[in-house]
């Protein structure tokens, strides 16, 4: 072989481009699918839809802490792990904005509210690519998700609407997709204007959604007509708008006993209160939940029964002084008394309405007829027929407390009755703290041992740090 | 040639008078013994002189007793020995550590380090080898001026944090490029468990010829893309042609932990805590429930053993060991003219001073040479090792530092009156915590013996390192040079977690098994034409090509519900299997590069080298990029002004040097960060897909831009060298994961952008000297002192600073426009108030609030005692975590037969946030160390603790971060000291045995500090670039001692 010869390799092999193509330096991601590819099919659209529900159903929010931090702020729990990833400082009434988990409620919230922006700016370019009555559908379960979230969201970070008729500083109000590095500056809108929204979003969801689906699983894990009525009860309540709840209420609960939709799903209390919170958590009583599974669980240390049963009993019911387990007007043979908590040796006083410890599969309730019940019947009682709402608050403990007589009761008592109610049949469902507030009332913390005044700063939550930091225009 | 001036000498000598006397003697290496043949001896003041023998020994006439002889070698220090009465004269050469003959490796070609204009430093690989470390950067502290290394902790095979020059980045790594024989490697820790895996572990010190560092853009420009943090190149060992050697490396030694805080005993910590309780009952009386203390409002009360002893658990003692280490290493070289090779196999068992901590690696390599024709000259390195890694949770791995079954935070804050075991030998526990025994309350921690016998984390990899290449002579001065390099890496990462206590508790039981597998390969084409025309115009050139490509892939799976406690792996029985660990990915890289140097003389020198860059981890119109750097160098003490000055007598050599170059930063923490993407997932049982990325579709590089001046100087021969350097490294264009308003929800709430600026200045100086030289006795000695300067100069906007959390949880650190990088930051705190034992945290505004626990509406008040808020939010920046300054201080004493060895590190100018102190006063059931003994007690006590209120995580720092806790961080270690024995060769006889030398040392003698953490170099958060300085739950540092020996035939 020459010299001649090997120069010319040698130098072709410098020279050459090394034998690389133009397609060398292409790396394009193997697991997560372009932004410009998940309009493509039906099945894709369809997957963005339950992803904006998984999205909000995240351990993180809704689907875990969000329901546990409002349950442990009040008086009901007693902390036994003094943990600040479990809630502690909450709990005490201390949470920092730089609290990683308070944030978390934040940015789980938009992180949601950008996708579903982004879905129904993408559902109005790419028509014609599902049926047209799908995606009317879609864009109601959508405009659905951003109502309860933006609600959640308000409740916490905001003076609660009843203080000044929503004058005080409410959220930024986002309502386009963003995907670039432009418009972080956005002050508060009022929290008035954040119920507009969210009542306009649920109104066109109302229009838009399906009347039912074809299993009970879809039934229960997505949004039809009757589950954004039933939160508009919520919002209104919370808003102290009772013509509206009642108003509202009408369209799915039947004027008198018993009590039931009258229209498309007909929702109803179940005979055993014990049977909504077990497998398949599919009855007409459970309007809205989020599902688990195996491999689809809330994640680590965000799962109720991890808080609240055996999981690990962060915190144990307070069974004296204020807390609801110690009143007296919830009798010892009530069944969700006797069947839904626990007295431990080691523990204390456990909640075991969700029952499954590892892995933790219990349905989370995110709308419960049990619920709106209650939200017509305060509304009743506020502004309404006070006969209609005893009848209501009758329905909900007698289905657990059969021989349960509450005596002679006014306006007021009645009132009282009903939130009582709320505290027992609601009991770690994650609306004790939201429940006090959305009537400007005193927090009773447990952990603090003292009242948060609706004047304290500590009585909602501070706008996080990072967002403080990144959004001058609050 | 030998020969030929041997004939000239006895040609000479046989001119001498008679009266002349002949000395004869043998010459040797004072560094192994070995002896050193063709060292020049000569008469001075003469031109007579001889060379030394094969086997090192020479003869001389001398002219009488007042003559002098003066031995000179190659790399070596030269000696001067008058002749006197002897008649026998042996000579031990010290080598010269300035090495101004020797050559440095630079980017694809070596250059003498007399013509190099560049900056970089070389450190051998022998005195490495020799210390109980797992990879061999932990090694390099102290050794390099301009390169500091930090041990982030105690853990074995923790990767050290490596920085060049400064902080190199904010988002992407500022770890080194780490070139082994010609292959850029992977660096990050890569366990997928609590253990750590660092990758460098796999190459075995003994292995290690040099190390070059390459610290200035004319010398890293070459590697363009992947310089920006500079370049460690390693070079391993090669074979010289000659009789087959064996040599045979031992060490063995023990380790323990050292500066353990100090904590309360269990009566100590019963009264303590009662007195807690108590204070707190006069502010809540919802403090503490009935249920959970006594008549007289105790909570923790003595438990007994069943010899009526109380129980008294020292946590740290039942953690920590003193654990045993060994390490083997055996190698043959050898070679004939034509073929050469290395041969080497190692073994490696560490354990740690944490229990079930260990590091175990088993090694083998063959490099060899083959000159197949004149023209023709093939490599082969082939490199095969397994490396084993075991940890339990230790809190010490970056991100794991709250864990709550982290050893090292358990080894300080379990409860001490609580027993391990029940008096039945069973474990004491309760729910997922250790039992509370005789306590009311109950324990919020795993308990440590669970942890260590029951749960298992290993990372083990087996890994393939191998180069084939072929170096062809074209011409005279011309070579084509080809290297064709595969890295091929499995690891398999275990993890199991028990369902009695801990981790695994809450899912009764977790195992969680990834497989990685790493492929990396290289393919480097070069062409270099070298010529000297009219032996004054010396030309090098170089042209090349190099390609890279990375494919990870990562599949793994998580195993619950353990269907039977019997079963302790993941391949049993479980109730629930999840997908877990799954991940690819892949970046590739192409490069086509040429260099030019030219030197007149050996005065003026110049070099300029071009690098076209392509990477797949930015966007697709911005993914190549030109880098390149000019150097320029002036030999002055070759001018003939400067050798016919007096100057010349002391001063023997003076350069001036200076480069400019610009290098880019191609390590992205995202190989895919230019695009938008969505994820799949479920809901329930349906699939998802969700926004979850939002590219940047203008991504493009950034870039480094580095000045270096610098001086070289030399003193007597070589006997005092100095080398100084400026160094400027502006980096632009900073790939920053730019902070979005979590309002407008992009996920991560960040988007990777090309915004901000940063520049490292500073000075480097390093002297090598030998004070002491005189035949038996010698002393050499090196000081090398830098100083380094972080300015961050933009970012989005000033307004728009970066934070950052220590283990995702707690903010610690900022980094903003006008400071250095990772600033501590936090609230200002000003001591306690003397009238109520009340923290006093001071706003930004000045004023001054104060805090008392559990006090409802006035838990925040004025010093007036008038209500406020919080001042959490009134962070400041309270100090910079950077080094500005840091070094080594090495000597090397030999006397005889003996060495002594006493290596000291310093380092300063930075604060450390001491969070681990924050967790030991913390007031919940936590144990607390001796200082909370100094608690507020009585109105006007003037202490810096204040009063102890139980479930109180305000005050000392543990709910957001204050500046009681930060503390300076300036240290002085005695790194090394290793005491030394070569056995005389008369000792051996005809055993074949050529050297033995025996050798003890101790690592981390000495530390001299006033940090009061376990070790002021320490990084919880690892190599992160933003959230450096800070101590949190770590375990602390090593002292080991060792007993070795190097023995040869």
């Known amino acids: ?474 | 040639m030998r020969n030929y001036l041997l004939v000239i000498c006895l040609f000479c000598s046989g001119l001498v008078l008679a009266q002349d006397k002949v000395i004869t003697g043998k010459i040797t290496s004072s560094d192994d013994g070995s002896v050193l043949p063709g060292v020049s001896v000569l008469i001075k003041g003469t031109s007579v002189g001889t060379t030394s023998n094969v086997d090192g020994s020479y003869s001389i006439t001398a002219a009488g007793s007042g003559s002098t002889l003066v031995f000179s070698f190659v790399g070596m220090n030269t000696i001067e020995v008058a002749v006197g009465s002897q008649s026998v004269i042996n000579v031990a050469l010290v080598n010269n550590l300035t090495e101004l003959s020797e050559v440095v490796v630079t980017g694809y070609s070596t250059q003498k380090r007399a013509e190099f204009t560049g900056s970089a430093s070389t450190i051998k690989g022998r005195g490495i080898a020799e210390r109980p470390v797992q990879s061999f950067g932990q090694g390099l502290t102290g050794q390099a001026a301009g390169v500091n290394i930090t041990q982030p902790n105690g853990l074995l095979n923790n990767p050290p944090v490596i920085r060049v020059r400064g902080l190199s980045s904010l988002s992407l790594s500022s770890f080194p490029l780490v070139v082994v024989d010609g292959i850029p490697i992977a660096t990050d820790n890569i366990s997928g468990n609590a253990t750590t895996n660092n990758p460098l572990g796999d190459i075995n010190p003994s292995d290690i010829e040099s190390i070059d560092i390459l610290k200035d853009a004319a010398s890293a420009a070459i590697y363009g893309s992947r310089a920006a943090a500079g370049v460690l190149l390693i070079t391993t060992k090669r074979g010289k042609t000659g009789n087959a050697k064996v040599s045979i490396d031992s060490w063995a030694g023990i380790s323990n932990a050292v500066r353990v805080p100090k904590v309360l005993n269990a009566q100590q910590y019963m009264d303590h805590k009662n007195g807690a309780i108590a204070n707190a009952l006069l502010l809540n009386p919802n403090a503490i429930a009935p249920t959970a203390r006594d008549d007289q409002n105790r909570s923790f009360l003595p438990t007994y053993n069943a010899d009526g002893s109380m129980v008294d658990t020292d946590w740290a003692d039942f953690i920590f060991r003193t654990a045993f280490s060994q390490n083997h290493n055996v190698s043959l070289t050898g070679g004939s003219e034509k073929t050469s090779y290395y041969f080497s196999a190692g073994l490696t068992d560490q354990d740690g001073f944490l229990r079930a901590n260990s590091f175990q690696r088993r090694s083998a390599r063959l490099n060899m040479d083959h000159k197949a024709t004149s023209w023709l000259r093939l490599t082969f390195n082939i490199n095969y090792n397994n490396s084993m890694n075991k940890a339990p949770a230790s809190g010490s791995n970056p991100g794991g530092a709250f864990g709550s079954s982290g050893l090292g935070r358990l080894a300080m804050a379990q409860i001490p009156n609580l027993p391990a075991y029940n008096a039945d030998g069973s474990y004491n526990v309760e729910g997922n915590a250790i039992g509370r025994k005789s306590n009311l309350l109950p324990a919020q921690f795993s308990n440590p013996a669970v942890l260590i016998d029951l749960d298992k984390n290993s990372s083990e990899n087996n890994r393939l390192i191998s180069n084939l290449g072929a170096e062809i002579r074209l011409m005279e001065g011309l070579m084509a040079k080809t290297t064709y390099s595969w890295d091929r890496r499995n690891t398999e990462d275990i993890r199991f977690w028990n369902p009695i206590n801990g981790d695994g508790f809450s899912t009764q039981g977790d195992a969680y098994n990834r497989y990685q597998r790493a492929d990396n390969w290289n393919w480097i084409n070069t062409l270099s034409y070298n010529k000297s025309i009219a032996q004054k115009h010396n030309i090098g050139v170089v042209l090349g090509s190099d390609v890279q490509k990375r494919r990870n892939t990562y599949w793994g799976a998580e195993r619950q519900g353990l269907a039977d406690f019997f079963f302790t792996d993941f391949q049993g029985n479980f109730g629930t299997n999840l997908a877990a660990g799954n991940s690819i990915s892949q970046v590739a890289y192409e490069a086509y590069l040429g260099s030019v140097s030219y030197n007149y003389s050996g005065k003026y020198f110049l070099s300029a080298n071009y690098r076209r860059d392509g990477n797949s981890a930015l966007s697709a119109d911005n993914r190549w990029g030109n880098f390149g750097g000019v150097s320029a160098g002036w030999t002055i003490s070759e001018e003939g002004f400067f050798k016919g000055s007096s100057l010349s007598n002391v001063m023997t050599s003076l350069r001036l040097k200076a480069s400019w170059g610009r290098v880019g930063n191609g390590n992205l923490s995202s190989a895919y960060g230019s695009y938008s993407t969505f994820s799949s997932s479920l809901y329930g049982a349906a699939p998802t897909l969700a926004f979850n990325q939002a590219g940047n579709r203008d991504l493009k590089w950034e870039t480094s831009d580095q000045t270096n001046i610098g001086l070289d100087v030399s003193f007597l021969n070589d006997r005092i060298t100095l080398e100084a350097n400026y160094y400027n490294k502006d980096i632009n264009n900073l790939i920053l994961d730019v902070p979005q308003a979590p309002s407008k929800g992009i996920p991560g709430n960040s988007i990777l952008s090309n915004v901000g600026s940063m520049y490292n200045k500073g000075m480097e100086l390093a002297i090598t000297a030998v004070p002491v030289n005189k035949g038996s006795f010698s002393w050499t000695t090196n000081l090398n002192f830098s100083t380094n300067k972080n300015m961050v100069t933009s970012l989005v906007d000033d307004n728009t600073p970066i934070l950052t959390n220590t283990s995702g949880l707690e903010a610690t650190n900022i980094t903003k426009v006008g400071y250095s990088a990772a600033q501590v930051y936090g609230v200002k705190t000003a001591g306690v108030n003397p009238e109520n034992g009340r923290r006093i945290f001071v706003k930004t505004d000045g004023t001054q609030v104060q805090y008392q626990h559990l006090g409802g509406a006035n838990a925040w008040t004025f010093m007036n005692g008038t209500a406020t808020t919080s001042p959490s939010n009134q962070q400041q920046i309270l100090g910079n975590t950077l080094p500005t300054w840091y070094g080594g201080f090495n000597n090397t004493l030999k006397y005889g037969n003996f060495d002594l060895g006493i290596n000291f590190t310093f380092s300063g100018g930075n604060y450390i946030y001491n969070g681990s102190r924050a967790g030991l006063l913390d007031q919940r059931i936590w144990n607390n160390s001796v200082e909370i003994l100094n608690a507020w007690k009585t109105p006007g006590q003037v202490t810096n603790i204040p009063r102890a209120v139980y479930s109180d995580n305000i005050s000392n720092g543990s709910s957001f971060l204050i500046s009681e806790n930060l503390e300076k961080g300036d240290f002085l270690r005695l790194q090394t000291a290793t005491l030394g024995y070569r056995f005389p060769t008369s000792v051996f006889g005809k055993t074949g045995i050529t050297g033995l030398r025996l050798y003890a040392q101790v690592n981390n003698a000495f530390l001299w500090t006033k940090y009061s953490g376990v070790d002021p170099e320490i990084s919880t958060n690892g190599d992160s670039n933003l959230a450096s300085g800070i101590e949190r739950n770590s375990i602390p540092q090593a002292r080991a001692f060792t007993f070795g020996l190097n023995l040869s035939f």
């Open chain 1, 1 to 474: 072989m020459s010299r001649i010869k090997i120069s010319t390799v040698a130098l072709a092999l410098v020279m050459s481009v090394s034998s690389c193509s133009e397609s060398f330096l292409e790396a394009v991601p193997e697991l997560d699918l372009s932004d410009a590819s998940v309009f493509e099919t039906p099945a894709r659209v369809l997957s963005q839809v339950n992803g904006l529900y998984g999205s909000v159903k995240n351990g993180n929010f809704l689907g875990g802490r969000y329901p546990i931090y409002n349950d442990i702020r009040g008086e009901e729990f007693v902390n036994r792990t003094t943990n600040s990833v479990t809630g502690f400082s909450v709990y005490q009434g201390n949470p920092d904005p730089a609290d990683t988990y308070v944030a978390a409620f934040w940015n789980q919230g938009y992180l949601s509210i950008n996708r579903v922006n982004l879905f129904l700016e993408g559902l109005a370019a790419n028509t014609g690519k599902i049926d047209a009555t799908l995606a009317t559908n879609y864009g109601g379960e959508a405009k659905f998700i951003r109502a309860l979230t933006y609600f959640s969201l308000v409740q916490i970070f905001a003076k609660p609407y009843a203080l000044d008729n929503g004058a005080s500083p409410g959220l930024p109000l986002r309502l386009k997709g963003e995907t670039t590095a432009a418009g972080s500056v956005l002050a508060r809108s009022t929290v008035a204007q954040i119920y507009d929204q969210i009542l306009k979003d649920l109104n066109e969801a109302e229009t838009a959604l399906p009347d039912t689906y074809a299993t009970p699983l879809l039934r229960t894990t997505r949004a039809h007509k009757n589950t954004a009525i039933a939160l508009k009860t919520r919002v209104l309540l919370a808003k102290r708008d009772f013509a509206g709840v009642i108003t509202e209420g009408a369209k799915i609960v039947s004027a008198a006993a018993p009590f039931k939709s009258p229209n498309r799903v007909a929702h109803e209390l179940q005979a055993d209160v014990v049977s909504v919170f077990r497998a398949p958590y599919t009855s007409v009583e459970s309007i809205f939940s989020f599902p688990m599974a195996d491999t689809n669980a809330p994640g680590t240390q965000n799962q109720i029964g991890f808080y609240f049963n055996f999981g690990n009993a962060e915190y144990f019911l307070n069974n004296s002084g204020a807390g609801i387990l110690a009143d007296k007007t919830w009798s010892a043979t009530d069944d969700r008394r006797t069947k839904l908590t626990t007295l431990n040796a080691t523990y204390g006083n456990l909640v075991t309405k969700f029952s499954n410890v590892s892995p933790f599969v219990d349905y989370v309730p995110s709308i419960r007829y049990a619920e709106t019940l209650l939200n017509v019947a305060e509304a009743e009682a506020e502004a309404g027929s006070l006969t209609r709402a005893r009848a209501i608050l009758e329905a909900v403990r007698k289905r657990s407390d059969a021989a349960y007589q509450f005596g002679t009761l006014d306006k007021a008592g009645l009132i009282a009755a009903i939130l009582t109610e709320r505290r027992i049949e609601l009991l770690a469902e994650g609306f004790r703290a939201n429940d006090v507030l959305r009537r400007a009332q005193p927090l009773n913390s447990f952990g603090a041992g003292t009242l948060i005044q609706p004047t304290s700063a500590n009585y909602v939550f501070g706008i996080p740090t990072t967002e403080q930091q990144t959004n001058p225009g609050l």
